[in-house]
Nanobody, 124 residues
Framework: QVRLVESGGGLVQAGGSLRLSCEASGRTLTEFAMGWFRQSPGKDREFLAGISWSGATTFYADSVKGRFTISREHTSHTAYLQMNSLKAEDTATYYC?????????????????WGKGTQVTVSS
């Protein structure tokens, strides 16, 4: 099991930017994909973006394509989600997740392990 800790959430005005971070620890020698989900009260958890173990492949949900960018650093086992042009509808709790195996990401992640989430609130 990989432990995941998200950070970087907060309050931002519409049109602004935030960068979320997810630090992984534990099974860091296992090849895993990393990704981001979000969930608002009364709604299902929504996949946003995923990145393969090597970082060679990524996949984005249509709702964030062109605005959000996922990346990762292997030296620190950290994934990032750069969020630009934020909208009020982006307000949610954002969760980091990992998939095993993670050699290729060509669709939404399943979410084998999860972080506890970080809150993002976008004011309009």
């Amino acid at each position: 099991q990989v432990r995941l800790v998200e950070s970087g959430g907060g309050l931002v005005q519409a049109g602004g930017s935030l960068r979320l971070s997810c630090e992984a620890s534990g099974r860091t020698l296992t090849e895993f994909a990393m990704g981001w989900f979000r969930q608002s009260p009364g709604k299902d958890r929504e996949f946003l973006a995923g990145i393969s173990w090597s970082g060679a492949t990524t996949f984005y949900a249509d709702s964030v394509k062109g605005r959000f960018t996922i990346s990762r650093e292997h030296t620190s086992h950290t994934a990032y989600l750069q969020m630009n042009s934020l909208k009020a509808e982006d307000t949610a709790t954002y969760y980091c997740a990992v998939d095993y195996p993670g050699w290729v990401v060509d669709g939404p992640l399943q979410g084998d392990d999860w972080g506890k989430g970080t809150q993002v609130t976008v004011s309009s």
